[in-house]
Each structure stands twice: as C-alpha cells, then as structure tokens.
C-alpha cells in the first residue's frame, strides 16, 4: 500500500529541532520529498542524512524566515530540485516572554518578524504553487493565539496575528481548493523556551512546566499528519492540543 504522501513535496521552516524536525520526519515517512529549512544548517544536514538513509528525498535551505528575498529564492529553490510544492508548514517561530514594563523591544521585534511577517512571507511566496497543486499550508500557532497571559503579551500578540491571517487567507482560498490548517499547541517539551531573556519569567514558566507532562513534538507532527493526509474535500481547519495536566 503506498504511503499516504507518495509524490507530494513539503517544505517545512524552522526542521532543525522541536515541531519541525519531527514535523518533517514524519511527512518523510509519509512518502513526501521534504525541503527543511531553518539557520542551523548544521543540524539540518544531520537531518537530511537520516531522512535520506532510510529512501527520503531531502532539500535543504539555508534560511531566515524574516529576510523576505531568501524566503522567495528557498521556495523556488524548492520546486525547482523537488518537482513543486503540495505543502508548507509555517513552524519558525520565537517565544521571548516577559512583562511589557521594561521590556527590552528588541525582543518585540525579533517575535514579530519571525512569528507574523515571515510566517507571511514564506505564505506569500509559496501561495502560487500550491493554488496550482491545491495543496495545504499549516501554521504553527500557540495557545498563546487563543488566550491572553500576563508576561506574554508580544508573544500572544504575535499568534493572536497568526490566527487573523490565516482564517482570512482560508476565506480567500478555500474555493480554490487550497487548504489552510492552524495548529495550536499547548506546552510542548521543545527548546523555545529556551529563547527567554527575562530571567524571572523563565524561571516560572520552568517551574510550572515541570509539573505537568508535556506534549511532545511527535504529538504535533501527528497534528500535522491527520490534517494534510484528510481528503481534498476536507479543511481540518484548527487543531486545538493541550496537555491533560495544563488547566
């Protein structure tokens, strides 16, 4: 029985660790060709070896989801050596918590460049291929786009943006056969918190976290599959996932 994915091509930001490393090994297992892209490259050629090692079509790209040219030239890059674009999964993303009094902004606008513009960018350059392949784009949100937390405010701001963009988009495309998924997850056991500069925050929200169990990436990347593998007459349009522990 061929894979669910046999002969679509992903491409997926942010694959060198967490939500998108397992987010693209799971769209490989599914038979896609997968173009991971992130600034680790490092990382991502490790990656791409064991992907390819078990029969996966790898392409990788150098990239800064924020720098809108490069985000152009990784998608063109992308269906020039895989033969198209059928999906994109939107998972680059920061999460630099802390309060809004004293805030140090250059951590506003890193969030808002990667989290919303370049989530935008990397949609507005793929969008041509995948009207022509009536593909999917999902996009890597948060709890944090659903509801509002002290110390979290740019952050939440940030998915709440998000959430705006990609339901407008899916009333623009969805009668072209286009569908548009937001995931949002609850506390999952990745590096982004490792992102946080405000001390006092960080040291809470680890506090917090280490008494529930967490999500795990795979638990996402699963998401991720139920949505691109339902039939084309299907939006799975949000996939709301907690913690059972997270109230």
Do not use: C
Request: hydrophobic share 50%; charged share 20%; aromatic share 2%.
């Amino acid at each position: 029985m061929p894979s669910a994915l046999q002969g679509k091509v992903a491409l997926v930001t942010g694959a060198s660790s967490g939500i998108g490393e397992a987010t693209a090994r799971m769209l490989a297992a599914e038979g896609a060709a997968v173009a991971i892209a992130a600034r680790r490259v490092e990382r991502l050629h490790a990656l791409r070896d064991q992907l390819t090692a078990a029969g996966a079509e790898v392409h990788v790209l150098d990239l800064d989801v924020t720098d809108e040219q490069a985000v152009h030239a990784a998608v063109a890059s992308t269906v020039e050596t895989l033969g198209g674009l059928d999906i994109v999964v939107n998972n680059a993303g920061l999460m630099l918590l802390g309060p809004v009094e004293g805030a140090d902004t250059s951590d506003w606008t890193r969030m808002i460049d990667t989290n919303v513009r370049g989530l935008m960018y990397v949609t507005h350059a793929a969008l041509p291929h995948l009207l022509r392949s009536q593909g999917v784009v999902v996009q890597m949100s948060s709890i944090a786009g659903r509801v509002a937390m002290r110390g979290a405010a740019v952050y939440n701001a940030s998915k709440f943006a998000v959430n705006a963009f990609s339901e407008a988009l899916r009333q623009e495309v969805t009668e072209r056969g286009v569908r548009v998924v937001v995931i949002e997850p609850g506390t999952v056991e990745t590096e982004l918190r490792e992102h946080i500069t405000h001390a006092p925050t960080k040291a809470a929200i680890e506090e917090r976290v280490a008494k529930i169990r967490q999500l795990q990436a795979a638990d996402i990347a699963e998401a991720v599959r139920y949505a691109v593998t339902a039939p084309p007459h299907t939006t799975v349009a949000e996939i709301f996932v907690r913690p059972t522990d997270q109230a």
